[in-house]
């Protein structure tokens, strides 16, 4: 805010028309605005930034899940063999290995799917949300 400013603005007081000149009025406004639409523009960046942390672990949990399901293929693989090769013993052991890897996978690609659904979509909601209700704030007060 300039400090030649006259009045304090946000203080309660209406001002009549005849109390400012347009020209300070229009430049007030156009200071306000500025501020407005800088400040929106940081609660924006705030909330991307968020979002996108989310969606980086997702995207790493989803990895990690695609990485424990690719070895429990190669654990069901493996475990084929040892069935054909020796009855019981071997295969069992390589079947609760692909079990277990099974798990790993699933628990992982859940937690994932969770960290990408808190972070969608992908726009700054709150951000959309107070610029309306801004426009709208704006609105009202040229009906004035």
Do not use: C, N
Not at 7 to 25: I, K
Not at 29 to 34: E, I, N, P, R, Y
Not at 47 to 70: C, D, N, P, V
Not at 109 to 127: D, L, M, N, W, Y
């Amino acid at each position: 805010m300039s400090s030649q400013q006259p009045y304090p603005t946000g203080s309660g007081r209406s001002h009549s028309s005849g109390d400012e000149p347009v020209g300070e009025l229009v430049q007030r406004a156009s200071q306000q605005l500025t501020e407005l639409v800088r400040g929106e523009m940081r609660l924006a960046q705030a909330e991307m930034k968020e979002k996108g942390k989310r969606y980086g672990k997702g995207g790493g949990l989803f990895g990690g899940a695609g990485l424990f399901g690719f070895l429990a293929l190669e654990a069901l693989v493996a475990t084929a063999i040892a069935a054909l090769a020796v009855p019981l013993p071997v295969w069992a052991a390589a079947l609760i290995v692909t079990v277990v890897l099974g798990v790993i996978a699933a628990v992982l690609a859940i937690t994932g799917k969770k960290q990408v659904s808190q972070a969608a979509p992908p726009t700054p909601e709150r951000t959309i949300d107070s610029v309306k209700a801004d426009v709208a704030e704006i609105k009202e007060s040229a009906k004035r």
